[in-house]
């Protein structure tokens, strides 16, 4: 019998997926495929369908439509989510076919980490010859995905620099893989000025849209909104430059800006469910309630079973609803969140999204009593390490409700002030927060008010710190950081500790008390940010090891193609060319 080490052994079979509405297209690809010797193809005729397929199941070959006549879908779309989502491995070939022979469709194609794009009619040579030499760039990068394999990312970038300085076989493509590398590894300038070489070389828009994303890592949001504009300005279609100039106008508190930058992506791209997703969390956060309900029910209509869906967004959809007075709508939302909880039994996050929505129902009921005591639990964990950013905003919104409501909860602003101090540690994060309880105006005055009081904390200890006294600086920075469970308040006092310890009597002790300190403070996002961020590197290329791609998509570190493994060689035997899978 054959093992699997046998040379003997039959080989794993080839198996593509065509993506494609028309019938004969489909028909005829099918048929191509087969002639080469590819006898396990699996056809879809949506987008959705298959979303859904390339979640379960590695393809060797994806051969999807650019342009879907039902709603306006894209093949365009179905890449940009899944790349998102590191839902594409790098052993997979994904091709768009299109019918389009202009620059901005085939532009943007082959900019977005894909294979390359087919232009119809094609023959069955031109097929097969665009697949294998698609095929042959990942032998050639085989040395830079094996060292992201064994998760040496310092190696890998050296790789990816050396190709591109080189100027061997890909590399362009080399100097992106490098560039993510260098932001994963947060050595911004070296990542934007591997870009800003790039654009030297070659002016391509995503080296563009990568300098605008260092800027933002590297704490310059501004600048990153004047780069984007330009890049906007050469490419008013280039969807992924909104997405990060979405992501700088929210950092830096523009939500005005922000809402029409979203509007306009998810335009380009009305079936993208992640820029739906923006959309409609970011017109609740405007108060624009009716945008909110129509854009977050497509999002969930389109995406709600797929990995691509941010449950933070049934939690608004379900405060949108309550605001129309919609009871089926909640009605609906509480299924969902029914569903979504056996699948996810132990997620922490969507039990509390469950608790959210359920409060919304009672009150919505009129059974107060009960609504009261659910949001007086919620409040009970304001102190815990568990609760975050996102549990405050939610927390604000369903105060905000119940003040509106005529309920007499006297606790609640000091609820929210609590908050405040806890987050407000930006000016995006604090209208953020603010916007969050936007519906009962006196609760997102508690919030911005909190700023100014965590800034003066803060420049009262460094004065402190440059008059000559850093243990005091440091121990006052603890003394507020413990009322407060400021996140930046403690983190400044580990900065003063570090700068200054060589003056400091007892540095090991401070170090002790902000170590113990830390556990309880918990994690806090350094910039605002819509829902859980997990997506979001627009116009990236994203790294994926191999323990990560069994784990599923790695937070915050969304963004392009999955990068995993090639082949040493490439087979004379056409079968061989064409087959993937080690």
Request: proline residues 4%.
């Amino acid at each position: 019998m054959a093992t699997e080490n046998d040379p003997s052994a039959a080989p794993p079979p080839v198996l593509a997926l065509i993506v494609d509405s028309n019938a004969t297209s489909r028909s005829i690809l099918v048929g191509q495929l087969r002639e080469y010797g590819v006898t396990r193809i699996v056809q879809c005729t949506r987008v959705q369908d298959a979303r859904n397929r390339l979640e379960h199941t590695v393809f060797d070959y994806v051969l999807c439509d650019q342009y879907f006549g039902e709603g306006g879908y894209s093949g365009q779309t179905l890449l940009d989510d899944l790349r998102r989502a590191q839902l594409l491995p790098f052993s997979t070939v994904f091709f768009m076919v299109t019918s389009e022979a202009s620059y901005a469709a085939v532009a943007e194609a082959a900019e977005s980490a894909l294979d390359g794009y087919l232009l119809k009619p094609f023959t069955p040579s031109a097929l097969f010859e665009r697949l294998s030499l698609a095929r042959l760039r990942k032998v050639h990068l085989r040395p830079i995905f094996d060292a992201i394999e064994a998760e040496d990312f310092e190696s890998a970038a050296r790789l990816c620099v050396a190709r591109f300085e080189a100027r061997q076989p890909y590399w362009l493509y080399a100097a992106r893989i490098g560039s993510e590398l260098l932001l994963r590894l947060a050595r911004h300038d070296e990542a934007r000025t591997l870009f800003e070489a790039v654009i030297a070389a070659r002016a391509l828009p995503w080296a563009k849209l990568g300098v605008a994303r260092a800027q933002i890592e590297s704490g310059q949001a501004a600048r990153a909104v004047t780069t984007l504009q330009e890049l906007i300005g050469e490419d008013a279609s280039f969807a992924d430059a909104y997405d990060v100039l979405g992501r700088a106008q929210v950092e830096l508190g523009n939500f005005s800006q922000a809402i029409e930058t979203y509007r306009t992506a998810s335009g380009l791209t009305p079936d993208s469910v992640v820029r739906l997703q923006k959309l409609g969390m970011m017109s609740y956060y405007m108060g624009d309630r009716e945008t909110a309900t129509k854009v977050l029910s497509r999002a969930a209509i389109l995406g709600i079973d797929s990995k691509l869906f941010d449950f933070q967004s049934l939690v608004l959809l379900t405060f949108a609803y309550f605001a129309e007075n919609d009871r089926k709508g909640i009605e609906r939302c509480m299924a969902d969140f029914g569903r979504v909880l056996e699948r996810h039994q132990g997620s922490a996050r969507i039990q509390r999204f469950t608790t959210v929505a359920r409060a919304l129902q009672l009150i919505q009921q009129r059974q107060f009593s009960q609504a009261v005591e659910s949001v007086r639990d919620m409040a009970a964990e304001i102190t815990s390490s568990s609760f975050d950013f996102e549990a405050a905003c939610n927390l604000g919104s369903l105060l905000a409700v119940l003040a509106v409501t005529s309920i007499d909860l006297s606790e609640g602003e000091g609820w929210i002030r609590a908050v405040g101090m806890r987050y407000a540690n930006t000016r995006g994060l604090t209208e953020l927060l603010a916007n969050a309880c936007n519906l009962h105006a006196p609760y997102s005055e508690v919030v911005r008010d909190c700023l100014p009081l965590v800034n003066k904390t803060a420049e009262a200890a460094m004065a402190q710190s440059l008059a000559g006294d850093p243990a005091g600086a440091v121990q006052q920075l603890l003394q507020q950081a413990e009322r407060t469970l400021n996140s930046k308040l403690l983190d400044m006092s580990q900065q003063v500790l570090l700068r200054h310890s060589a003056r400091i009597a007892s540095p090991e002790a401070l170090q002790e008390a902000i170590n113990a300190l830390r556990t309880r403070v918990g994690s806090a996002p350094a910039r605002a940010i819509l829902g859980q961020e997990s997506d979001r590197r627009p116009g990236g290329v994203a790294i994926r090891s191999r323990n990560a791609a069994e784990l599923g998509p790695t937070p915050n570190a969304p963004g392009g193609s999955d990068l995993g493994e090639g082949d040493d060689s490439v087979p004379d035997d056409p079968m061989e060319k064409l087959r993937l899978r080690p």
